[in-house]
């Protein structure tokens, strides 16, 4: 079993910045691939960024040039910075961790980009 204690979603205004974090305990190693995935409202869940425990990251190109995501492999802790949002970046935001194939999920975080 895994646990993820996810934090700073919010509404936030167009050209605005968030950070999020989640820090994940349980069944995990530091080789697991930590990352972020987003859902909005009629759409598919789709990847936003993950990063290996060696530091090298993934992002989609949606969000290449304004997010950045980082981790701390002592204590399964994963970043995402969030720069320049778009109204479009409007999602539920998901905690993911991945071990052997397996995907675990957080509960989600809320991220609104609005006026």
């Known amino acids: 079993q895994v646990q993820f204690v996810e934090s700073g979603g919010g509404l936030v205004p167009p050209g605005g910045s968030l950070r999020l974090s989640c820090a994940a305990s349980?069944?995990?190693?530091?080789?697991?691939?930590m990352g972020w995935y987003r859902q909005a409202p009629g759409k598919q869940r789709e990847l936003v960024a993950v990063?290996?425990?060696?530091?090298?990251?993934n992002s989609a190109e949606s969000v290449k040039g304004r997010f950045s995501i980082s981790r701390v492999n002592a204590n399964n802790t994963v970043f995402l910075q969030m720069n320049s949002l778009k109204p479009e970046d409007t999602a539920v935001y998901y905690c993911?961790?991945?071990?052997?194939?397996?995907?675990?999920w957080g509960q989600g975080t809320q991220v609104t980009v609005s006026s």
């Open positions: 993911n961790a991945q071990l052997g194939g397996v995907h675990y």
């Open positions: 990063i290996t425990s060696g530091g090298t990251p």
């Open positions: 349980g069944r995990l190693s530091s080789r697991s691939l």
